[in-house]
């Protein structure tokens, strides 16, 4: 079993950037390096929306069209943690943000969320002047 811990939310005005963290912990042993991490995010009254992802051994990245060009993912898997990093916030980008975790993918990832087993519990971002 996995724990997913994202952080890194918050408030930020329009055309500004933020850093989200995806911690992976699991039992002694755990190692990272074999799982591929999905960022997804859920803004109020719509569907959840896969906005990034890495393959397990980092060679491999998917961007959703909505942040292509303003959004670089990246991991440390010594530290554990998978990084998103968000610039030229809009308001659109406002919403509760997912990191998801799973093992299937081989050397690439996937933008739907079905095909996750693993969730944290979000983290919140606000764009808003």
């Known amino acids: 079993q996995l724990q997913v811990v994202e952080s890194g939310g918050g408030l930020v005005q329009p055309g500004g950037s933020l850093s989200l963290s995806c911690e992976v912990s699991g039992v002694s042993g755990f190692v990272l390096d074999s799982y591929a991490i999905g960022w997804f995010r859920q803004a109020p009254g719509k569907e959840r929306e896969g906005v990034s992802c890495?393959?397990?051994?980092?060679?491999?990245?998917y961007y959703a069209d909505s942040v292509n060009g303003r959004a670089t993912i990246s991991r440390d898997n010594a530290k554990k943690t998978v990084y998103l990093q968000l610039n030229n916030l809009k308001p659109e980008d406002t919403g509760s943000y997912f990191c998801?975790?799973?093992?299937?993918?081989?050397?690439?990832?996937?933008?739907?969320?079905?095909?996750?087993?693993?969730w944290g519990q979000g983290t919140h971002l606000a764009v808003s002047s």
């Open positions: 998801a975790a799973d093992r299937r993918f081989g050397s690439s990832c996937s933008r739907r969320s079905r095909e996750y087993d693993y």
């Open positions: 890495i393959s397990a051994d980092g060679t491999f990245s």
